[in-house]
């Protein structure tokens, strides 16, 4: 059966946003190619696995909101928020190479400190970091906290996608499932390359398509 127009573009939609969301996994892969670090494929699943839960209560949130408002508006306000998300994540790749940041994605996304013992909890978009115990083999806990820290942006990019009403199992099949495979392309690159060049290309890419994205939804 043929596909309408609209439907072909809403397909095109779903896997570009599945793709925006997965390209950091790629990139970071290829950090920890390059550092000689291995994830194991559970680790890999578990990283995935945030992704997609992350992605996933960011579509509900933005299915409910969206009940809160005009259906008029509900378009416009989705692809609003992957525009503002995709220039976030351009202004932060910029950030990066003003800092002369040495690694893919190193910035702190959230610190808590509680100072009556002394104790400053960080969580980093920062490859090496999750290496606590430095051993070279990213595993269980530390898997976890890197998959919670590659995560967030999905959030905010969840919202956009359940206020444009994207089918939620699909999304976040597509979402687990690139992310997974570019986490291993990505290391298994990250091997063969001398610096983080092409890692940063990942990094930036994005940010371009939330852009897009969003910009489809408003004009």
């Not at 416009?76 to 503002?84: A, D, E, S, W, Y």
């Not at 990942?202 to 897009?212: A, D, K, T």
Request: net charge neutral; proline share 3%; charged share 15%.
């Amino acid at each position: 059966m043929e596909r309408s127009p609209y439907e072909m573009e809403h397909i095109a939609s779903i896997v570009l946003l599945a793709l925006a969301v997965s390209l950091d996994s790629c990139g970071v892969g290829m950090t920890y190619g390059m550092r000689k670090v291995s994830i194991p494929i559970r680790s890999i699943i578990i990283i995935a696995g945030c992704s997609a839960l992350s992605l996933a209560f960011g579509m509900l949130m933005g299915s409910l909101s969206e009940h809160l408002m005009a259906h008029s508006w509900t378009g416009k306000l989705g692809g609003f928020i992957l525009l503002v998300l995709g220039i976030w994540t351009l202004s932060s790749y910029f950030k990066r190479n003003e800092d002369n940041c040495p690694y893919v994605d190193e910035r702190t996304l959230f610190q808590l400190e509680i100072k009556s013992i002394g104790l400053v909890i960080h969580i980093l978009k920062k490859p090496l970091s999750a290496d606590f115990d430095r051993s070279g083999t990213i595993t269980g806990l530390e898997a976890f906290f890197l998959g919670l820290a590659l995560s967030l942006d999905g959030f905010g990019a969840g919202i956009g996608a359940g206020i444009l009403h994207y089918p939620l199992f699909i999304q976040v099949t597509l979402c687990f499932g690139m992310s997974a495979l570019l986490m291993t392309v990505g290391i298994k690159a990250g091997k063969y390359l001398q610096d983080s060049i092409m890692a940063k290309v990942f990094s930036f890419i994005p940010g371009l398509v939330l852009i897009f994205l969003g910009l489809t939804k408003i004009i």
